[in-house]
């Protein structure tokens, strides 16, 4: 068994196996710049074995850049990951590995607050999109399944109408697959399908993906869209409002705030965002604990 790896003899073998082994599309992505951003820095001058004194060096680096301590921590999980493939492909000492494991992120203290909209925001951005327009109809449905569904741009791209279904007397989506591979059904408000509707008739569509492109002139080409095409519909509409930096993960985050400040039940809406925990759905909203007006002041035992 090999005690060093040498770039670009074994690490850039193990990066697709560290690759394939990420569920989510999106995490993929971050690994694969985390990666190949590394093996760059690795290879422009000549350091020892990989090893823990090398990620310390580069954590060195990372911290230097300013970066966030969450995209440090993504990086350092991804070369974390990669030293773990290597040994159990026989590339690197497994005591090796074992310290590279040891080297750990950016301690982040508190809660990052993230992006959203507040109401009446997010009904100016549903009115943006044109209705009378085919490309407004479809893009007014979009903007409505990821603020009135709280949908991943990966889950609006795989969007099926078979994912559209009645239960218990009203709309749902069943069965979306989302991060971790977790399946959830997600309830439809009246006004989204409404939208939806809108879109699919004048778009004649009755199968398949429910989301389309559109080329210049207006009409439907593909069989569906990509993430990207999610990512320019929110912002071409949102920069004209003054939400330069709106993502579509900050529509689904609008959409917790929103359910959270109409009394939505905490655990009803882990189960809409499909958070593995009810934890990081506290995260999310950025929970904070009431002290002043307490739960426990109202038990109407007194």
């Known amino acids: ?163 559209l279904q009645q239960r218990d007397g009203r709309w749902v989506l069943i069965d979306l697959m989302g991060k971790g591979n977790r399946l959830r059904s997600v309830p439809v408000p009246g006004w989204v399908k409404v939208l939806i509707d809108d879109w699919t008739t004048g778009a004649c569509i009755g199968e398949g993906k429910i989301f389309r492109a559109i080329d210049k002139a207006g009409r439907l080409h593909g069989s569906g869209i990509t993430e990207k095409v999610v990512w320019w519909t929110v912002l071409a509409y949102a920069k004209p409002l003054g939400f330069e930096k709106l993502a579509p993960h900050d529509l689904r985050r609008t959409c917790a705030k929103l359910c959270r400040a109409s009394g939505g039940d905490l655990e009803q809406i882990q189960l809409l965002l499909g958070h593995a925990s009810i934890q990081t759905t506290e995260r999310y909203l950025g929970t904070k604990q009431d002290l002043v007006n307490a739960v426990n002041d109202h038990l109407g035992l007194s």
């Open 1 to 163: 068994m090999a005690d060093v790896v040498l770039v670009p003899s074994g690490l850039v073998r193990i990066v697709d196996l560290v690759l394939h082994s990420v569920s989510s599309a999106h995490s993929r992505r971050a690994y694969a710049k985390a990666l190949a951003d590394f093996l760059a820095w690795y290879a422009a001058e000549v350091r020892g074995p990989f090893s823990k004194a090398i990620l310390q060096q580069y954590r060195s680096v990372l911290d230097k850049q300013g970066l966030a301590a969450s995209t440090i921590n993504v990086r350092m999980a991804a070369i974390r990951k990669l030293a773990s493939e290597a040994a159990d492909n026989g590339l690197l000492d497994p005591v090796l590995a074992a310290g590279i494991a040891r080297v750990r992120g950016v301690r982040q203290a508190g809660v990052r607050a993230g992006n959203w909209l507040t109401r009446e925001q997010a009904r100016l951005l549903l009115l943006a999109p044109a209705a009378t327009s085919l490309r407004g109809k479809r893009d007014r449905a979009m903007l409505g399944i990821l603020m009135g569904c709280g949908l991943r741009r990966a889950e609006v791209v795989a969007l099926t109408t078979d994912h």
